[in-house]
């Protein structure tokens, strides 16, 4: 006879030393619930393109190929479905035109509270495989500039073949180092999304354990190093006056809280953390402390999302350029 396994018995399906810090990091009340997210399936969530389609036409466009769509709210535009129903959504005529595209609600909320405006400039400065990309688009209206980055080949072409499948005619693709546009367009952009490489603890699973496989503290500093040199040459790149918004899918203090206090090391003059108004309540403020180091007060306006049954774990900061 089958029985339920033990919570001693889950943690140790993951990295003994990965839920060891995801205690220190969580809040104790909050850590069975985000425990058990890592054994779940996530529910089929997608969002409509803007720029080839609307919610009420999608919808019903669902609705006649005999799909059962459900708003997810507060997201204006976004949808859920029954997972049993996720291949025949990805084998509609919607799916493959792209008037809808896939996505974790956690991805959406970067680029929604970096806020783009038509005909501003902006930069997506890793930006493969382009659904973040494709969310500034659609909210400026494929009015402006909008320059994405992705030095990866295999990744680069497969954001372009998003961009274009979707409609996304306004943004300018380029196959680059993201660690040197800093220096080759200083002070040009309005606003600017790092969603940085980083160890994707978020996404790990134990109905796939390759999904955290590779997890190591080495694979951790490893992405810090990568994500501290990104983040300064976003920084260069941000006018005066702009915002920046750094997000990852990790939980790791060395990849959000100890990247964004090396930005502000590096330019204490003109960093300023911003406050979020999230359309979730599934976050908890940023760290003061982790392990010997400390954070100014203003790290309690960053915010991680708690995984549940919908949304992924997830870091954000919002920053924005004094002067």
Not at 117 to 129: H, I, N, T
Request: with cysteine.
């Amino acid at each position: 006879m089958s029985s339920t396994p033990s919570p001693q018995a889950r943690e140790s399906a993951l990295p003994p030393e990965f839920v060891s810090r995801l205690r220190q990091i969580v809040p104790e009340e909050s850590f069975p619930d985000v425990q058990a997210s890592f054994e779940r399936p996530k529910r089929t969530i997608f969002r409509v393109n803007r720029l080839k389609s609307t919610p009420n036409a999608l919808e019903d466009e669902l609705k006649s190929a005999g799909l059962h769509p459900s708003p997810f709210n507060p997201l204006e535009g976004v949808f859920t479905l029954p997972n049993e129903e996720r291949r025949r959504l990805t084998e509609t005529p919607a799916f493959y035109e792209g008037r809808l595209y896939i996505q974790n609600p956690s991805s959406m909320l970067a680029p929604l509270l970096l806020d783009p405006q038509p005909e501003e400039s902006v930069l997506d400065l890793a930006a493969a495989p382009g659904g973040k990309t494709l969310l500034l688009a659609s909210m400026m209206q494929n009015r402006g500039i909008l320059s994405a980055v992705e030095p990866v080949t295999e990744r680069y072409h497969r954001l372009r073949r998003n961009l274009e499948n979707a409609g996304a005619t306004m943004v300018r693709t380029y196959r680059k180092d993201g660690r040197g546009v800093g220096r080759a367009c200083p002070m040009m952009f309005d606003r600017v999304l790092l969603d940085a490489p980083c160890s994707s603890e978020a996404k790990f699973s134990t109905l796939r354990p390759q999904s955290f496989s590779y997890w190591s503290l080495r694979k951790i500093k490893e992405s810090q190093r990568l994500q501290k040199r990104l983040i300064l040459s976003a920084w260069e790149s941000l006018k005066p006056g702009g915002v920046l918004l750094y997000s990852t899918c990790s939980f790791a203090p060395e990849e959000n809280e100890e990247v964004i206090a090396h930005l502000l090391k590096k330019f204490p003059e003109t960093v300023r953390i911003a406050s979020m108004e999230l359309p979730v309540d599934r976050w908890q403020e940023g760290l003061r402390r982790w392990g010997k180091k400390s954070f100014p007060p203003s790290f309690s306006l960053l915010r991680r999302i708690l995984p549940d049954e919908n949304f992924d774990g997830f870091f954000l900061a919002k920053i924005i350029k004094s002067g």
